[in-house]
């Protein structure tokens, strides 16, 4: 099974005993049916997928201050100048 960017799967249990596995919300650990569509929890995964973003924002930039500019030419002009064909 593939999995999902930032996936999850739902740490909850059922009545039986047994794991959930459903996907839990995205930057959360339950799937909305185990309170993932609480504003509580919907707020914590935010807050978590925000400090995701900006631990990955930094190492990029430690990578970018720490590249040659031939490096940096590499890594960024592909998003600026997309090939074409």
């Given at each position: 099974?593939?999995?999902r960017p930032w996936g999850e799967?739902?740490?909850a249990h059922r009545t039986d005993g047994t794991p959930?596995?459903?996907?839990?919300?995205?930057?959360?650990?339950?799937?909305?049916?185990?309170?993932?569509?609480?504003?509580?929890v919907?707020?914590?995964?935010?807050?978590?997928?925000?400090?995701?973003w900006e631990r990955r924002q930094e190492?990029?930039?430690?990578?970018?201050k720490e590249s040659t500019r031939d490096e940096w030419?590499?890594?960024f002009l592909?998003?600026?100048d997309p090939p074409q064909g």
């Open positions: 099974m593939a999995r799967r739902c740490t959930c596995g459903a996907w839990a919300i995205r930057g959360g650990y339950v799937c909305r049916m185990h309170g993932g569509s609480a504003p509580q919907k707020a914590a995964a935010r807050r978590r997928l925000w400090e995701e190492a990029r930039w430690a990578r970018m030419a590499r890594m592909p998003m600026i």
